[in-house]
């Protein structure tokens, strides 16, 4: 009995423990079902947290285009390669979704990527030991281009994948670099950020904002059915139009180019604007850097705006506009030229000619024949110093212009002493940048109003095609009088086309121009002093054309050239000026102002270039050649598929023609200029590897073999080889 009744308390605890056991679960459990929560935490959201997957929708950086629309950086959409390793990816699945043969999986790979197939294998077992669900390929599996990826898709290699990326791309190369800047991809490598110059500027306007899709999926990261999707549309990057001209800006990059290989100099500044408006047409410094490949890069600085220099004797023009302004100018007045002392203490001003001069003569032929003593004469004798200070501030020579590009670094009056003054006169002691001069000198034809120089046309929102700024002229100030303007214009035209003007080597062809010299001494580093010898100087010129409708004001610098015995320094400098203001005016279709028209006028003619796709190849590249054009045709095919230029476009002689046929083949590279090859490689749905800059010199695919599309050609360029005539 005692052991029954032992036995039943058991029973009994037993049960009452399971009874309280259960109501707790219960009550637990009905506790759960009625509040949706466990230990403070939504079990919905807690579900839908590990069921719901989100998809980042990028947004589309925004273009940047010049005037007539001509895209100069986009995003062009590239590729990068995973492998899946977990076998857990390919259950239920008809065949394998992970990579279950490393060894082939990586022989295959192997040729795609151009890498050791151990490497590939290296990287797959390495992650199938650390039970890893993916791993990528490093820079190899990156920046795959559409064609490689299609490739490699095509094959069907079990596990691997790919996700799209997009890197910015300049389809000009080295063409306004330091305007455009760069981008290129973060750290994390999801969004791409500006680095340098209007991408950098503009940054927070081009990148736009990302977008999402978020709904629920199963463990094998398949979509539910009927799952609530939530959707956020991105909103791509706005487009900033430029006032550059591309075509234009192409031709000043040639010559600046050319100048830059047979020269060597140290630095050259070169820009153009429209002097009724104030929009840069063309900006480019050497050195630059091709965005594309923005290493080593020797030079960040966009000179023109950003670095102040001793201006020399372009200064001269506004030292005989404040002159003329003050009342205080007699063209016909004469001075003894040669040197000019105000008293002992005060170091004496020479003449460029070593102090020499030209015995007496009058202050018109002082401006033409670039006189520092008729300058020092003008500031301290006739209008006096702190008067000729005031014209400095009305021409805002001592402030920034604002234009709207990153980094301006306007330059300083520097007014303390006598010497100061004396000097600041004819272009030292004082530094200016060439931008603040272009700015000063559009006084000269908006009758004395100054204008504000701008890049930006305009900004425009893709997403609703609103145009959101519209840039317009505008009038900064008022420094002189028309009459005062149209007597300096007077006086610049005598330098260009008077007798003993210092700018004779720069007449045009078929334009009148007006103009400035400069040769400005460069400082020494250390210890004061300027440098000596014939090569050690700033060798400038300030032109504006036509002198009646000036359509093209322009500021050309040249730094230390390496000059031959009979060379000077306005060589390298005229030939910018001359080649890029000639065909530029042509390029905008001015009229010709010159009565008599030269030699070469056949090298420099325009040409409305025809319609040629789908005509007879014969026929077409004789008619072109019969314009002079230089023509280059593709392939030895029948028909014409397509060409570089448009149809209607206005061509010149010197501009290559690329004519592709229905049976292309690699023509001889040698001397094409990088667009050039661009256009073809891109035309032809080619890989391209560019090293270096300038015009081809070598290529791995040899002239006149045939041409496979996706194919690989790398090109070495070099900068012009053009001998020095």
């Known amino acids: 009995m005692k052991k029954d009744k032992k036995t039943n308390i058991m029973a009994a605890s037993f049960m009452l423990f399971f009874l309280l056991l259960f109501l707790v679960v219960s009550g637990r459990f009905i506790y759960i079902q009625v509040t949706g929560k466990s230990d403070g935490v939504a079990l919905n959201e807690y579900a839908d947290s590990k069921r719901e997957t989100s998809i980042t929708l990028n947004a589309e950086r925004g273009q940047i285009y010049d005037r007539e629309g001509m895209s100069l950086a986009y995003n062009r959409p590239t590729y990068r390669a995973y ?289 520092n003593v008729a300058a020092s004469k003008l500031v301290w004798e006739k209008m006096k110093a702190d008067k000729y200070l005031e014209y400095l501030e009305d021409f805002q020579l001592d402030e920034p212009t604002e234009i709207d590009l990153p980094s301006e670094e306007p330059g300083k009056i520097t007014y303390d002493y006598p010497s100061d003054k004396l000097r600041t006169a004819f272009g030292q002691s004082t530094t200016l940048t060439p931008i603040q001069e272009l700015k000063g000198a559009t006084a000269f034809v908006n009758e004395g109003e100054l204008l504000k120089p701008y890049v930006i046309d305009k900004i425009v929102d893709p997403n609703t095609n609103e145009t959101e700024v519209d840039n317009k002229r505008e009038v900064a100030g008022e420094a002189i009088s028309k009459e005062t303007a149209d007597h300096m214009m007077d006086l610049m035209e005598d330098v260009v086309e008077g007798d003993n003007g210092t700018g004779n080597k720069f007449q045009l062809d078929n334009f009148s121009m007006v103009g400035k010299t400069g040769t400005a001494q460069i400082p020494e580093k250390e210890g004061g002093g300027y440098m000596t010898g014939k090569e050690n100087h700033r060798f400038s010129f300030l032109s504006i054309a036509p002198k009646d409708d000036p359509k093209l004001m322009m500021h050309v610098s040249v730094t230390q050239p390496e000059l031959d015995d009979d060379e000077s320094g306005s060589d390298p400098v005229s030939f910018i000026v001359k080649n890029a203001m000639e065909n530029g005016l042509q390029y905008l279709n001015i009229e010709p102002d010159q009565e008599e028209e030269k030699e070469d006028e056949e090298d420099k003619k325009s040409v409305e270039f025809p319609e040629v796709e789908g005509k007879e190849t014969k026929k077409v590249e004789k008619d072109l050649k019969e314009e002079d054009l230089n023509v280059s045709v593709i392939g030895d095919g029948k028909k014409i598929t397509g060409s570089n230029i448009e149809e209607g476009e206005e061509i010149l002689g010197r501009q290559r023609v690329i004519l592709l046929t229905d049976k292309p083949k690699m023509p001889k590279l040698k001397g094409w200029s990088q667009r050039d090859v661009v256009f073809l490689t891109e035309a032809l749905g080619m890989e391209l590897d560019l090293k270096g800059s300038g015009y081809a010199v070598k290529q791995s695919i040899k002239a006149d073999k045939k041409i496979k599309e996706g194919q690989k050609l790398e090109v070495e360029l070099k900068p012009s080889e053009k001998k020095k005539e």
């Open 83 to 371: 492998a899946i390793l977990d076998e857990s990816y390919s259950e239920n699945q008809p065949e394998n979704k992970h990579v279950s043969d490393v060894e082939k999986t990586s022989e295959k790979l192997a040729d795609y990527l151009d890498v050791d197939k151990k490497e590939i294998q290296d990287k797959l077992e390495e992650g199938k030991k650390e039970d890893r669900f993916q791993v990528e390929f490093g820079t190899k599996g990156r920046n795959l281009s559409q064609k490689t990826m299609e490739k490699i898709r095509d094959d069907n290699i079990p596990g691997i994948y790919f996700t799209e990326d997009a890197i910015r791309y300049y389809p000009n190369g080295t063409f306004a670099s330091q305007i455009i800047g760069f981008a290129r991809p973060d750290e994390d490598g999801n969004n791409i950020v500006g680095e340098a110059g209007m991408e950098q500027e503009k940054n927070d306007i081009l990148s736009g904002e990302d977008g999402y899709i978020r709904y629920n999926r199963d463990k094998y990261n398949e979509k539910l059915l009927d799952t609530k999707e939530e959707k956020q549309e991105a909103k791509d990057g706005k487009d900033i139009h430029l006032t550059l001209n591309q075509k234009i800006q192409t031709l000043l990059e040639d010559v600046v180019s050319q100048v830059d290989a047979e020269y060597n100099p140290k630095r050259i500044t070169a820009v153009m604007m429209d002097p009724q408006t104030g929009e840069i047409i063309a900006l480019t410094n050497r050195p630059s850097y091709n965005p594309n490949d923005p290493e080593n890069v020797e030079n960040w600085y966009n000179d023109v705006i950003s670095t102040p220099v001793e201006p020399g004797s372009t200064m001269k023009v506004f030292t005989w506009a404040s002159a003329i302004e003050e009342g205080v100018y007699d063209g016909d007045d004469t001075f003894k030229s040669g040197s000019y002392s105000i008293n002992e203490k005060v170091a004496k001003i020479n003449d460029h000619n070593n102090g020499e001069g030209w015995g007496e003569i009058s202050y018109d032929e002082g401006f033409r024949r670039s006189s």
